[in-house]
């Protein structure tokens, strides 16, 4: 397996597992999420050449696209009560479903959390949905614990 930033030419296999993360939300909560595209194409290439915004791929031989880590950088510089600490944010990761369990995930997370490293990060996070309980167990098996927890009351 191979981890590489992604390429325009992934952009067909990108939206293959966005719409399975759609499915998982909407199944989970149903009542925040719809089916829907996520990015157009465009939106996609802007990403891709964005290096405050790195996607990362995991490849297999053929060079066919496993899963992604979409990342955002995020700074809080001269903030009044944050320290100017950089973090790299996970706004997305997927691994197909078909390939779950055989450490795709894994492999991405790792690499992620090396490049954060390599660019001085001080953190990596990411949100994950309570209605997720699989995806939170990975994240903990990866060495992810909460760093805040979001609440609501539906009215």
């Not at 157009?40 to 290439?45: A, R, Y």
């Not at 791929?57 to 600490?85: H, R």
């Not at 992620?112 to 996070?125: D, F, L, P, R």
Request: proline letters at 4%; charged letters at 25%.
């Amino acid at each position: 397996m191979n981890i590489r930033r992604a390429e325009e030419k992934d952009i067909p296999r990108i939206h293959e597992l966005l719409l399975q993360v759609d499915m998982v939300h909407q199944k989970g909560r149903p009542d925040l999420f719809k089916i829907g595209r996520k990015y157009s194409d465009e939106e996609l290439i802007g990403i891709i050449h964005d290096d405050t915004r790195p996607i990362f791929v995991a490849c297999d031989e053929s060079d066919m696209v496993l899963g992604y880590a979409f990342c955002v950088l995020k700074q809080a510089i001269n903030n009044p009560i944050l320290t100017d600490i950089k973090t790299l944010y996970i706004d997305d990761l997927c691994v197909d479903e078909t390939l779950r369990g055989c450490h795709v995930g894994k492999t991405l997370y790792v690499h992620t959390k090396e490049y954060a490293k390599k660019i001085g990060c001080y953190n990596v996070t990411l949100n994950v949905w309570s209605c997720n309980p699989s995806a939170i167990a990975f994240y903990e098996s990866c060495g992810l614990v909460p760093q805040k927890i979001g609440m609501e009351e539906i009215l």
